[in-house]
Each structure stands twice: as C-alpha cells, then as structure tokens.
C-alpha cells in the first residue's frame, strides 16, 4: 500500500474494527500519542491498540465516519485532514492516568469537526501517530463545552450513581476484548 492507502485503512480500522486491515495497515512497533485518555487496551503498540481506540470510540458514537479532506505525504510521514463524524448513542468517558475521569451519557447528537493527523510510515505500515483536534468542538456539541446545565447535572448524576463507574469498566472490558481479537489473525506471511 502507498502511504495514502495506508493513512486511508486505518481510519477504516477505527470505522470498523477490522482485525485483517489493522494486521495488514499498523505496525507491531505502532504507538499511539493521543491514546492517554482512552482504555489501557488503547496504549498497546501494533494493531492491537489500534483494534481498541475503535471499540472505545465505536462504543460512545455510532456511524463513525472519518472523511478525509486532504492528505499530504513526505518521505516517511503522512498527514491527513478529516472529519470526525457520529452520533452519540453511547457513554462518551475518558480517562486520566488510566482511571475514570469523565463519562458523558449519551446525548444523541451528531457530532463533526476537524482533525490533523501525522502518521509516521515504516516499512510499508503506520508506525506511529499524533493528532491536533478540535476537542473543544466536539464537547460543545455535546453541551459539554461551556458546560450546559442539563449536561452537568447528568454527568453528576452518573457518577453518584455508579453508572459512569460501570460505563468505564464495560468500555475497557470491549476495548481490551477488541485488543485481543488481533491475535485471532494468521501471522503476514506465515
């Protein structure tokens, strides 16, 4: 694949979840920068952390879709320019040094707003990644960002209640269960 085709698989990889793209599209040695407010699973190198960032974002956003609007490529790098587009349908949480530090229930709103991604490309596959986003955007979409009250007052209600406790430990049970499933793909060229 050319880097184009590589920096398109993998956020076909994170649409999905397919384990034979990310096998074949993310290097084993693959670290993610941004992954520190996801699942532990998240931080793993290779396919298999790539495998459950997209469970953690397919679990808080349904259609998940990244439009590509632009890509530029150097020798070894790739950037691209995209949307990030979905619907709310489930928990949005985040973590922080690996614990629960927010979850946001379900709003039901559409969510779209840009993103700058760099790809470092190694031996024919996606080795590395950074990531400007417009965060900000997207949590004022979900009326996170100024805070609305109805917004906070469910937020709060959900961590009182235990719900956001239990919102992350099922998100990090499917992101580490996603994880997993790369192991279950036959080794490249074995």
């Not at 979905?86 to 779209?112: M, N």
């Not at 707003?113 to 596959?125: D, K, P, Y």
């Not at 979900?142 to 719900?163: E, K, N, Y």
Request: proline share 6%; net charge neutral; hydrophobic share 45%.
């Amino acid at each position: 694949m050319d880097a184009s085709a590589l920096a398109s698989g993998l956020f076909r990889i994170l649409e999905t979840g397919d384990p034979a793209l990310a096998a074949e599209v993310v290097s084993e040695s693959n670290h993610n920068r941004e992954a520190t407010v996801s699942p532990a699973a998240c931080r793993i190198p290779g396919p298999a952390g790539t495998l459950a960032s997209s469970a953690w974002m397919r679990y808080a956003f349904s259609d998940l879709r990244f439009p590509i609007l632009g890509i530029a490529e150097g020798t070894d790098q790739v950037w691209v320019r995209l949307r990030m587009q979905g619907r709310h349908t489930g928990p949005f949480v985040r973590f922080r040094e690996g614990k629960l530090d927010q979850a946001i229930p379900p709003t039901g709103r559409d969510i779209d707003f840009e993103q700058v991604h760099m790809l470092n490309i190694r031996n024919g596959q996606v080795a590395g990644h950074e990531a400007l986003r417009d965060d900000i955007t997207m949590l004022g979409q979900l009326g996170v960002f100024p805070p609305a009250p109805a917004t906070v007052a469910r937020m709060l209600a959900w961590r009182v209640s235990g719900r956001a406790a239990r919102a992350a430990a099922e998100v990090t049970a499917r992101a580490a269960e996603a994880a997993a499933r790369i192991q279950e793909q036959p080794v490249a060229g074995g």
